[in-house]
Every structure is written in structure tokens, then in C-alpha cells.
């Protein structure tokens, strides 16, 4: 089985920082593309940042210069450093990867549960 799970989500005040980790567990051959997603309420899921197996990074244009993407292939964790937060960064926060579970499987996404991200005025 595999399971990811988001953590670091709070209530943060305009300006501030926040770093989100979601780490990947269980049955995992290898980890392609990590990617970090929010929903806004009201708003559809958009795409935030993707880091890939080889550490290239995206990012939506709302969020460049002051979001962060990053990973640690050890721990099959990937990072999201959120700083200069604004009210409409707030969201729920969701980590998919793109993953095998062995060398002959095919490649799967997995979504974690979410965490929630506050930011007031």
C-alpha cells in the first residue's frame, strides 16, 4: 500500500511562512514527479508546483518568487516552502506523485488527504 501524507498546514498571517511536507510511504519502487496542488473554496484544484526525478521544478505564475519546491529521494518527501503568503494563497493543500511500485509496474498517482493553509489579512 501506499500512502502519502501532508503535514506543516496552519493559520499564517499575510507576509508570513510556511513549509509543507509530504512524504511518500509503503511499497515504492521509485518516485517519478512530485507535485503539490490547492484548492481554494469555490475554485477548482490548480497545480502549484511539480519537481521531477531529476529536480527540475515548475511553478503556476502566481506563486513564483515566493514558493519553494524541493525533495529528499531518501525519505520520498517532497517540500513546499511557502513564504510572502497572501489571503488568496489560502487553500487546502494536496501532494500527488507519480510513483512505481516495482520495476514492471506501470506508473500511478497518488494523492494525499490535504492540509489546510489559512492565511489572514
Known amino acids: 500500500q501506499v500512502q502519502l501524507v501532508e503535514s506543516g498546514g496552519g493559520l499564517v498571517q499575510a507576509g508570513g511562512s510556511l513549509r509543507l511536507s509530504c512524504a511518500a510511504s509503503?511499497?515504492?519502487?521509485?518516485?517519478?514527479?512530485m507535485t503539490w496542488y490547492r484548492q481554494a473554496p469555490g475554485k477548482q484544484r490548480e497545480l502549484v508546483a511539480t519537481?521531477?526525478?531529476?529536480?527540475?521544478?515548475t511553478y503556476t505564475d502566481s506563486v513564483k518568487g515566493r514558493f519553494a519546491i524541493s525533495r529528499d529521494n531518501a525519505k520520498n518527501t517532497v517540500y513546499l516552502q511557502m513564504s510572502s503568503l497572501k489571503p488568496e494563497d489560502t487553500a487546502v493543500y494536496y501532494c500527488?506523485?507519480?510513483?512505481?511500485?516495482?520495476?514492471?509496474?506501470?506508473?500511478?498517482?497518488?494523492w494525499g488527504r490535504g492540509t489546510q493553509v489559512t492565511v489572514s489579512s
Open positions: 519537481i521531477n526525478s531529476d529536480a527540475i521544478t
Open positions: 500527488n506523485a507519480l510513483l512505481k511500485i516495482s520495476s514492471a509496474a506501470s506508473l500511478r498517482s497518488h
Open positions: 509503503g511499497s515504492i519502487f521509485s518516485v517519478n514527479k
